[in-house]
């Protein structure tokens, strides 16, 4: 799976994105939404939490999760706590979500390797607050 999250600032709205693929890279599940004025690292967190959500939705039991927000990596491998008392809730909520799985891997991969969940999230922000999401 791979996630991403993103904001612009004016109007301030971020969005969010995932693509689920599977070992062969054929696609299970995308999703692009917006989610309101929060700002790219809490929409980095929301990124997941929901990819999560969709991949038990899906019956996925195993499941590598790619992200590019190293801040996001480092605090779910427990070497960063962030000072953001709305991260470290995500990040909860995500260790929550995480237990539901025989097997879950969070990677960061750099910027360029996440292509498809980055151009999700620019096409939610593209959209109008309240438009349908992919």
Known sequence: M????????????AAIGHVIVDADGV??????TLIGPESA?????MALLAGLRH???LRI???????DC????????GEH???NPALVQLGGDIVEQMRQFDAVVVS????????????LVSEALGRPLGGPSA
Request: positive net charge; proline residues 7%; glycine residues 6%.
């Open 41 to 45: 690292v809490v929409a980095e967190y």
């Open 61 to 67: 039991d195993r499941i590598e999760a790619r992200s």
């Open 2 to 13: 791979y996630v991403d999250g993103g904001a612009r600032p004016a109007p301030r709205i």
């Open 27 to 32: 696609t299970l599940g995308t999703n692009a």
């Open 108 to 119: 960061w991969i750099p910027s360029a390797e996440n292509d498809r969940a980055h151009a």
């Open 81 to 83: 706590t962030p000072i």
């Open 70 to 77: 190293r801040l996001l990596v480092t605090h779910l491998h």
């Open 55 to 57: 991949a038990r939705s």
